[in-house]
């Protein structure tokens, strides 16, 4: 599915909204059917797999969806650290999968996700940590555009896709102060 315009406010709750009412950040708490509420891609086996366990744990993901004048453009995933990656702790949040829809890329909807989701999330947290493939660049400068810096490596294994530490990984793990303020 593609951007769409459906904002289903019994669904998902609006956790920002910036004074003109043009930009609006909404919280989504994942069931067991539907883990996402909006899909901009198809839904890979292994992405199914790796939700559903993040679902039937203690402390879930929360999915964050970014509006603007009214249609939804992308989405970030955050679940509690100390899990899969290990570079985080249970005071820690990792950030990811997110999307931006191919129709609204290259407008800057990223560098606005992404920081939105930090400040007003569900999570106290001490860091955010996110990952990204070697191969892609664009993430890659983003992520450092946004102050993330440089913690290790990993690889993927395994049908989960299970983060496991490397010295020469096909992932860098990004890690990133709290933006909430104390």
């Not at 909404?26 to 899909?39: G, H, Q, S, V």
């Not at 004048?69 to 970030?76: H, K, M, P, R, T």
């Amino acid at each position: 599915m593609r951007s769409q315009t459906n904002i289903d406010e019994k669904v998902l709750k609006k956790v920002y909204e910036d004074p003109m009412g043009k930009v609006a950040l909404y919280e989504y708490t994942p069931t067991l059917f539907a883990p996402l509420y909006c899909n901009f891609e198809p839904l890979k086996i292994e992405r199914r797999l790796r939700l559903l366990g993040e679902y039937l744990r203690k402390g879930r993901y929360k999915v964050y969806y970014l509006s603007v004048d009214g249609v939804l453009v992308g989405y970030n995933i955050l679940a509690p650290g100390g899990r899969r990656l290990s570079f985080s702790t249970s005071r820690d949040i990792v950030s990811g999968p997110d999307f931006i829809d191919p129709d609204h890329r290259n407008k800057g909807y990223f560098k606005l996700l992404k920081p939105l989701c930090y400040l007003y999330c569900a999570y106290d947290y001490e860091y955010v940590y996110n990952w990204v493939a070697k191969t892609n660049i664009p993430s890659i400068k983003a992520q450092e555009r946004m102050g993330f810096e440089i913690v290790g490596e990993v690889n993927t294994v395994g049908l989960r896709r299970k983060l496991v530490p490397a010295k020469n990984g096909t992932c860098i793990v990004y890690r990133l102060p709290s933006l909430k303020k104390t």
